[in-house]
């Protein structure tokens, strides 16, 4: 590559995306948009009842790699590795993972019983947190050499948290962490970048049926964004991960970027 940059209509032509957890939301979202700009992209899902929802996504992809669908729960020892492994098989090296599968909780310090507060944090730590870690580290013997990418989709309650996220804010304050350290200790053995997204409150199927009294916590808060009064759109976190993807991007690794219109600050 030389500069001055000539942007491509196709930056990723050719390249294979991996992105967990994207049979729909944020997920599918980057799926969608990481395929617009030329790549062959595994869509993620985690069990067979969401199977519809990931067929749905990969007929809709409007690019011209060729995708497929892969079921693999990330909460499990095994889905991590099991999905770094299809992918491999399919394409024979992996370009780029974005470690999106996620689960939010509300998680009240007093709310529940010792066991009960116990599997919420098994839930979601084990999904948010070791997901994450595994992935990672099931896919480093598949990245390609030169230009591979590696994106964690974190979150801005970590660093700017709502009432009763204890559990959820922690785990996305793990993967950031996680970003920091590999960040230093993956690039120059793996010819990889790795970075962090960091939304806040996206507008996705699942947030639009999040209980009222959540949804209108939310809502007062974004009435204060700097940029607008409204929630981030899916579309706009996918487009982040797409600009880190571009080999233009190589010299972009360690970053904690909040996509929150300004409410939350690097």
Not at 174 to 190: G, H, I, K, N, Q
Not at 237 to 259: F, K, Q, S
């Amino acid at each position: 590559m030389t500069f001055p940059y000539e942007p491509s209509p196709q930056p990723l032509r050719g390249k294979i995306a991996l992105v967990s957890g994207s049979s729909s939301g944020i997920g599918a979202a980057i799926v969608e948009e990481l395929s617009r700009r030329g790549a062959h992209v595994v869509v993620n899902y985690p069990y067979q009842s969401e199977k519809e929802n990931a067929d749905r996504v990969l007929s809709g992809l409007q690019g011209i790699g060729r995708s497929i669908a892969v079921e693999a729960d990330l909460s499990t020892l095994s889905g991590p590795r099991l999905l770094a492994e299809a992918t491999a098989k399919e394409f024979g090296h992996i370009d780029i993972v974005v470690n999106n599968a996620g689960i939010g909780a509300l998680s009240v310090l007093n709310g529940l019983e010792d066991d009960d507060f116990a599997k919420l944090w098994d839930k979601v730590v084990n999904l948010n947190g070791r997901g994450t870690l595994l992935l990672t580290r099931a896919s480093l013997k598949y990245l390609s050499p030169k230009h591979s990418r590696i994106i964690n989709i974190c979150s801005s309650t970590s660093r700017n948290p709502d009432p009763d996220m204890s559990i959820y804010a922690g785990s996305k304050g793990m993967v950031e962490s996680f970003t920091r350290c590999w960040a230093r200790d993956l690039p120059r053995e793996y010819g990889c970048t790795v970075n962090a997204i960091a939304p806040g409150p996206v507008s996705t199927e699942s947030m639009m049926v999040a209980p009222p009294h959540f949804q209108e916590m939310l809502m007062k808060n974004a009435a204060n964004t700097p940029v607008g009064p409204r929630m981030a759109k899916p579309e706009e976190i996918a487009w982040t991960v797409a600009i880190l993807c571009d080999e233009a991007a190589d010299w972009l690794n360690g970053l904690y970027l909040p996509v929150t219109g300004g409410s939350t600050l690097s």
